[in-house]
């Protein structure tokens, strides 16, 4: 084999040129401390600042960090998948965020419980620096994943983590386009054990989370890890039919025993239509969730495109 590195660290990068000296001059010093053979994956999402140059620079100057880069801003599970695809660790790989949110120092911890026998370390966040909405939001959303999701997706953790080799290999083998990591690595299963962490603020600079990426992140863990909406909607139609029954049969008793009441007529007949047309255009909105998914599988899409890699200080396009 060409190369023997033991762990890949992967880190997908967006615009991330004011954390990247803290986060490099971080990552050297964990990789000099830390008394395993690692390299340091970083992957540039399409960046449109100095990060990419930034990146060669570290590349071309210290062999322990590849750098691949993304032919456009595919995503950051798409960067990650990416990383997860190119790294070379035998034995395991850990994943973690550019704003240094997720602390690399970690590294050792993680590794000792993966060298116990466990195959995915997973960081638990016990305390969220983020705004109040937001670690609201982020609250009920693993609350309500908990609950509906076909896979037991562990509660406050994200893609940070540490998978062994075999786990990496059984996500990289799966053919899906729509990639929500952190079920996937939840649905391969073996022993997987939590670590809690204080999530840090970011570094520097701004989230390249916009709400709308968060948002459509959210909806692939629902619609890649549910049915419950699908026959949500079902048990919606049913309940709405029975509903429909009670009221007609409420009216026709009305009709023929108590002729003097009034029946409620225009309001009632305009609210029913468009309660009933909401419920129709919501239920072919979750039916259109499923289809788009298929339709995104059909297509059979590269996951993503790599522009070029620099590994062994050696630049190739790709
Ligand atoms: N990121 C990426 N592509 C994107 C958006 C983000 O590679 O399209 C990277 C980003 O550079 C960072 C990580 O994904 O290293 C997490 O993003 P961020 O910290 O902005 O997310 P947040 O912590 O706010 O959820
Ligand atoms: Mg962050």
Same mark, same amino acid.
């Given at each position: 084999m060409h190369n023997d590195f033991e762990v890949s660290l992967l880190i997908p990068l967006y615009n991330e040129q004011e954390t990247f000296p803290t986060l490099i001059s971080r990552l050297k010093s964990v990789l000099d401390s830390f008394k395993v053979k690692t390299e340091v994956v970083l992957i540039? *999402?399409?960046?449109? *600042?100095a990060t990419p140059q930034l990146m060669e620079e570290l590349a071309l100057a210290d062999k322990r960090f590849q750098c691949v880069f993304l032919s $456009?801003?595919? @995503?950051h599970q798409y960067a990650l998948s990416a990383g997860m695809f190119h790294c070379r660790a035998t034995k395991a790989v850990m994943v973690l965020d @550019? *704003?240094?949110? *997720?602390?690399?120092?970690l590294v050792n911890e993680f590794y000792n419980l993966i060298q116990q026998g466990n195959d995915v370390v997973y960081a638990i966040r016990k /305390? $969220? /620096?983020?705004g109040v909405i937001k670690r609201l939001l982020y609250w009920t959303y693993y609350r309500i994943m908990r609950n509906i999701s076909s896979i037991n997706i562990p509660l406050d953790s994200g893609d940070f983590c540490m998978m062994s080799r075999r786990v990496l290999d059984h996500i990289n083998a799966m053919?899906? $386009?729509? $990639?929500y990591i952190r079920g996937m690595r939840s649905w391969v299963g073996f022993k997987q054990v939590g670590y809690e962490y204080e999530r840090s603020e970011r570094?520097?600079?701004?989230? /390249?989370?916009s709400f709308k990426m968060l948002w459509r992140l959210a909806y692939s863990g629902i619609f890649n890890f549910s049915e419950f909406p699908i026959k949500f909607i079902t048990r919606l139609g049913l309940i709405t039919v029975i509903f429909a029954i009670i009221y007609l049969g409420d009216t026709v008793y009305k009709k023929i025993f108590e002729p003097e009441v009034m029946i409620p007529g225009f309001t009632m007949t305009v609210f029913l239509i468009t309660l009933f047309c909401g419920v129709q255009l919501l239920s072919l909105g979750v039916i259109g969730e499923y289809v788009l998914r298929i339709y995104d599988q059909v297509k059979q899409r590269p996951i993503f495109v790599t522009d070029k890699i620099i590994k062994d200080k050696q630049s190739s396009n790709c």
């Open positions: 540039n *999402d399409g960046s449109k *600042d $456009r801003n595919h @995503g @550019g *704003d240094l949110q *997720d602390p690399p120092e /305390k $969220r /620096k983020e053919p899906e $386009r729509n $990639r570094e520097a600079g701004e989230s /390249k989370y």
